[in-house]
């Protein structure tokens, strides 16, 4: 039985996100805040100053949203970007003492679990396996797992739309250097098609993505006017219309995509990164369609904290 407020935090290598549960599982506060931790991480191999402030601001005030609304339980986990960075451990320890909150630096098995188990939830009831897909700021994961959620297969990809963007040096579009990005992520999408056997179980598999990157380019191709993730949360896109939509994208300059009322100023800098990588993998992963999803880690987090 619930009998307590949940939360929980996602503190991602661009965005910084919090969901708050009632006692009845219902959520009654979502917020997020883009973070940029991972800002020059790809360069330095740290998180630097700006970007802790940033991190620590949006958690100091997330901890007292959380006194506010008498949160009695709640997990708050960091991804690629403390993963990686050689003060990531000094940036939680500093959280603990700044806010309060326990900072748990997930391992990329753990990140690829939450995150299925979210996407799951729009899986379709026909299909008896998924491939899913999160493509974060420093790192995208690809699993493989039949539709109750148990993993076949599992690969970390160290590329994510901020590191690959500063990396390859892709704010602006540029067809070259797209190419490079792109050679580097097939290598990894072929090994993971090749060591998951996906030939196997293709016929009976959906392909779900989640992350903001293709809820953004489904708004484009619904042409909501918007960035509209729950409206479009299991949507199920055509794959040759995503094609178009990463074409607009790639067309736009980085001014242009800051105006877009799909991408905005936060995302323009990296958002012609995050659709290379995101049209690399549902290309090289060879489906025709695929199934848009805004539940994530955020939603089995909540139902492990609420449920056990």
């Excluded at 055509?238 to 105006?259: F, I, Q, T, Y």
Aim: charge should be negative; charged fraction near 30%; include cysteine.
């Amino acid at each position: 039985m619930i009998q307590e407020r949940t939360a929980c935090i996602d503190l991602g290598s661009n965005s910084c996100r919090l969901r708050i549960a009632d006692e009845n599982g219902r959520v009654i506060y979502k917020d997020s805040k883009t973070t940029k931790l991972g800002e020059g991480l790809f360069e330095t191999g740290n998180l630097l100053h700006a970007s802790i402030k940033r991190g620590l601001d949006a958690l100091s005030e997330y901890a007292n949203i959380m006194k506010e609304h008498k949160v009695q339980n709640y997990r708050a986990v960091a991804t690629a970007a403390c993963r990686t960075a050689k003060n990531g451990k000094e940036f939680a320890d500093l959280v603990k003492l700044k806010t309060g909150l326990e900072l748990e630096i997930i391992d990329t098995v753990e990140e690829a679990r939450l995150n299925l188990k979210g996407a799951l939830l729009n899986a379709p009831k026909n299909k008896k396996y998924a491939v899913v897909y999160d493509l974060g700021g420093a790192s995208t994961e690809i699993t493989l797992s039949d539709i109750e959620g148990h993993i076949l297969h599992t690969i970390s990809i160290p590329w994510g739309a901020r590191n690959s963007s500063e990396a390859y040096d892709l704010k602006e579009f540029d067809e070259i250097k797209a190419e490079r990005l792109k050679e580097d992520i097939q290598k990894y999408v072929s090994d993971f098609v090749l060591d998951a056997h996906l030939e196997k179980y293709k016929s009976d598999c959906a392909l779900i993505a989640t992350s903001s990157t293709p809820l953004r380019l489904c708004s484009m191709v619904k042409n909501d006017e918007s960035y509209t993730r729950e409206k479009n949360d299991g949507v199920c896109v055509k794959c040759c219309e995503l094609d178009g939509a990463v074409l607009r994208v790639e067309n736009m300059s980085v001014e242009e995509r800051s105006k877009s009322a799909y991408i905005g100023e936060d995302r323009a800098p990296i958002f012609a990164a995050a659709c290379v990588i995101f049209k690399t993998i549902y290309d090289k992963l060879g489906f025709d369609e695929l199934i848009v999803s805004f539940k994530g880690a955020q939603d089995a987090m909540l139902e492990e904290l609420q449920h056990g």
